[in-house]
T-cell receptor, first 116, second 112 residues
């Protein structure tokens, strides 16, 4: 398996523009997580899905952020409009509730977002 | 909400010295996971502890889970330059499935 795939790896955009981050979880995993990492706030959970259904979005900063998971192999995180304070590394992670009892999370390589 | 703090925030050690990071949760945990993130990389799972007082070893790494299941530690014996990175604990509360709260992380720098 290729692991969790994220695109783009780097994104530079101007304030006010719409940004869409994409994630393909590991095949067979039924949980998908979106995190944001910054020096100031560390690693924050934004939202997570179980079987494509959003379970907890309490970490989503504000209405400018939205996430979807239309099927088991694809998820998007959208920021509209983007602001400079959204600059961060965004990670997608997936895990499985079956098989290993560890339920460890497998992280993608991240998308480094810079909003000018 | 649940908070997970780690100390120290940063640690510089001479190669060959030992290193310990401590993790403390504001609430009782059902289990705790540890992850390592290399500079410029992504978090990678190391281990999970479930039982009160549990101790697990991975080569030079020793992980402990406190008796009250509110704290944990990671100890590295005789650090090597390959140990450089940020170590995160991630605690799962007693309610809700799969959601873990990541600690603030300890950034380890090993001086050759």
């Amino acid at each position: 398996d290729a692991g969790v795939i994220q695109s783009p790896r780097h994104e530079v955009t101007e304030m006010g523009q719409e940004v869409t981050l994409r994630c393909k979880p590991i095949s067979g995993h039924d949980y998908l997580f979106w995190y944001r990492q910054t020096m100031m706030r560390g690693l924050e959970l934004l939202i997570y899905f179980n079987n494509n259904v959003p379970i907890d979005d309490s970490g989503m900063p504000e209405d400018r952020f939205s996430a979807k998971m239309p099927n088991a192999s694809f998820s998007t995180l959208k920021i509209q409009p983007s602001e400079p304070r959204d600059s961060a590394v965004y990670f997608c992670a997936s895990s499985s509730s079956s098989g290993s009892s560890y339920n460890e999370q497998f992280f993608g390589p991240g998308t480094r977002l810079t909003v000018l | 909400g649940q908070q997970v703090m780690q100390i120290p925030q940063y640690q510089h050690v001479q190669e060959g010295e030992d290193f310990t990071t401590y993790c403390n949760s504001s609430t009782t945990l059902s289990n705790i996971q540890w992850y390592k993130q290399r500079p410029g990389g992504h978090p990678v799972f190391l281990i999970q502890l479930v039982k009160s007082g549990e101790v697990k070893k991975q080569k030079r790494l020793t992980f402990q889970f406190g008796e009250a299941k509110k704290n944990s530690s990671l100890h590295i014996t005789a650090t090597q330059t390959t140990d450089v990175g940020t170590y995160f604990c991630a605690g799962k509360g007693t309610g809700g499935y799969q959601k873990v709260t990541f600690g603030t992380g300890t950034k380890l720098q090993v001086i050759p």
